[in-house]
């Protein structure tokens, strides 16, 4: 069989490619554990300029974790489950912390696991097919990764809409927001990976390339709907929210059906995951990067001991009804202080992250 992490240095590149086709690059214990080693290697070789994240899949560069994986696993065994996802929130970490130029090649959806290999790169890329979600929400489970750190401080409340909906968003939505960095045609994908393996300066060769964001295939719908979405997802409360899409709806805007589908998925949605993303969201407005994957080993830790999101893998991905049964029947039944359990401290060792500093010495 392929190895599910392909690995080639090309002159000055060192070029990382996921070859998991099959299952559209879902990200598994495998391809993280060959992942993490290969960063201190390349930081401390004197001939590599840059790294290349990119997929050998035209539909896919990581369409997120290997959940099926990851719901055998925790049914098995849960503490082993919580140490997986520890592994690869600890992979975040190290991507963020590499001190090389690392370029993301991206055309084709982008979600969930994926999002925490491309996000933290210093310049990642769109090709045309490009569209990114995060839909953690409907398997009963949370925007984890560190995403909601970049989520959080998006503006106008996008960050809320996007990481409680888990819709998926175009590259010309992504661009605007800096969740990407340049939209160049995929066509020019080889262009950047031989002008990065001469050793070419990273940002002039892709800032030449660069083309209008708009040209993306896939349209969100978002152009125009800023003000909107500020005014919904804006609110102090996720009751008050779907309140204001259900007063939207109801009204004779041109973007009442938009809301009313809006509300009918965050509806389907798990209500102990939205209220702990909303709460997990708002926290990460004033937290650093570190100390917020610090808190999604924690929220994993209690996910992966409960109910929904073997309920929602169940549902969404396994039996394919799409009718799962979550623990709660609406948001209004979940508790402050079931909130609260899941943001208490572990009593098993929390994840251990060290500072930026100690984690680049160990890279170089």
């Given amino acids: 069989m392929e190895k599910p992490l392909l690995v080639e240095k090309r002159g000055a590149l060192a070029e990382v490619t996921l070859n998991r086709p099959q299952v559209l690059n879902a990200l598994n214990d495998e391809m993280r554990g060959a992942m993490l080693p290969l960063l201190p290697d390349f930081a401390g070789d004197s001939e590599i300029y840059a790294m290349v994240l990119r997929s050998n899949s035209p539909r896919a560069f990581c369409a997120g974790g290997d959940v099926r994986e990851l719901t055998r696993l925790g049914r098995a065994d849960p503490a082993q489950a919580v140490a997986s996802v520890g592994q690869e929130y600890f992979l975040n970490w190290a991507l963020e912390c590499f001190t090389k130029p690392t370029v993301s090649l991206i055309d084709g959806m982008v979600m969930g696991s994926g999002v925490g290999l491309m996000l933290y790169g210093t310049h990642r890329v769109a090709g045309e097919g490009f569209c990114f979600a995060m839909p953690e929400t409907a398997i009963g489970l949370f925007p984890d990764v560190g995403a909601c750190s970049v989520l959080a401080k998006l503006p106008g409340h996008m960050g809320r809409y996007i990481g409680l909906t888990g819709r998926t ?43 209008d964001s ?44 938009w809301c009313a589908d809006v509300l009918s998925d965050l509806q389907s949605r798990a209500p102990l995951s939205l209220l702990v993303t909303l709460r997990h969201l708002d926290a990460c407005r004033s937290q650093k990067l570190q100390q917020v994957l610090i808190d999604d080993y924690r929220l994993a830790a209690r996910f992966l001991t409960g109910h929904d999101f073997y309920e929602g893998v ?50 170089a």
């Fill in 169 to 211: 968003i175009g590259r010309q939505t992504a661009y605007r927001l800096g969740i990407v960095t340049h939209c160049i045609a995929a066509s020019q994908f080889d262009q950047i990976r031989d002008g990065l393996g001469a050793a070419d300066t990273v940002d002039p060769l892709l800032d030449n390339l660069h083309v």
């Fill in 214 to 257: 708009s040209a993306g295939a896939f349209d969100d719908g978002l152009i125009g709907r800023g003000n909107l979405i500020e005014d919904v997802f804006g609110g102090t409360s996720l009751a008050g929210m779907f309140r204001a899409l259900e007063f939207q709806a109801k009204s004779a805007s041109a973007d009442a059906a």
């Fill in 314 to 363: 169940r549902a969404l991905l396994i039996d394919l009804d799409n009718k799962p049964a979550w623990q709660h029947g609406g948001i209004n039944e979940v508790s402050p202080e079931e909130i609260d359990e899941y943001f208490a401290e572990l009593v098993v060792p929390e994840l251990e992250l060290p500072d930026r500093e100690k984690m680049q010495q160990t890279q």
